[in-house]
């Protein structure tokens, strides 16, 4: 595992120097900080993973050093027998948690920034989200407001650590990557958004708006530009 994680830390700077990408701004304080982390390979329960936000959860961050690996990994490609897949999976998952604890490292500003742009640019839509999870019963975690605004930040930082990792692999060339990012899903905000926004503008451009627009930018507005650029492609074509 801790040669996993070095390998990771590795690969975020390679695509970040190598192409000048704004990635991981603490990655040398985060490398520091992991040297004298815990890394674990153990069995993830399956609750820890239904409830998470996207399908790709063999894998956890626990401030302020731990990475904890799915030790089941070795059977993640079943039953396509593809071990090409099981590699690059494992890669995926640590690169991602290494990206979480940079954010970490950075202040947790990801979060906490967005928490602040929802609160004081959407509220209207929290007011409309509580009302509904109120009359159709919402889970016993989400009673309040405030409950329900850190949901959407973290999903939001969750979705953008998606797109980074998929960023990194995708520039070093991983077997498989494309087939793991077609296997995320979300019913409401998947990380595809991105990518959408990416085949239209580029990565740099995306990259940008995640870093320099951070508390400007989240879960709505990336919808929101996603679907205008679906609604110009689509008039584009029937001109």
């Not at 700077?13 to 000048?20: A, F, N, P, Y």
């Not at 509580?130 to 009673?143: E, N, V």
Request: hydrophobic share 35%; aromatic share 12%; net charge positive.
């Amino acid at each position: 595992m801790r040669e996993l994680v070095l390998e990771a830390l590795d690969l975020i700077r390679e695509v970040r120097d190598g192409r000048g990408l704004p990635l991981c701004p603490r990655i040398e304080e985060t490398r520091r900080r992991l040297a004298r982390g815990v890394f674990r390979a153990e069995e993830i329960p399956y609750e820890r993973r239904r409830n998470s936000f996207y399908a790709l959860s063999y894998s956890y961050f626990e401030p302020p050093s731990t990475i904890t690996l799915d030790k089941r990994r070795p059977f993640w490609d079943r039953p396509l027998d593809l071990p090409e897949l099981v590699e690059t999976a494992t890669y995926y998952c640590v690169v991602h948690e290494v990206i979480h604890a940079d954010d970490y490292m950075n202040g947790n500003r990801v979060i906490r920034e967005t928490m602040r742009h929802i609160e004081e640019a959407h509220e209207d839509k929290l007011r409309i989200s509580m009302r509904w999870l109120r009359r159709s019963g919402a889970p016993d975690y989400i009673k309040r407001k405030e409950t329900l605004l850190r949901i959407w930040a973290e999903q939001y930082a969750d979705m953008i650590t998606h797109y980074r990792t998929y960023v990194v692999l995708r520039e070093r060339k991983f077997p498989k990557v494309d087939y793991i990012w077609a296997c995320l899903y979300s019913n409401y905000f998947p990380p595809h958004i991105l990518t959408a926004i990416e085949r239209e503008r580029g990565v740099d451009y995306v990259l940008r708006r995640i870093t320099e627009d951070l508390g400007r930018y989240c879960l709505v507005e990336a919808l929101r530009e996603a679907e205008e650029i679906s609604r110009k492609k689509a008039r584009r074509y029937t001109v």
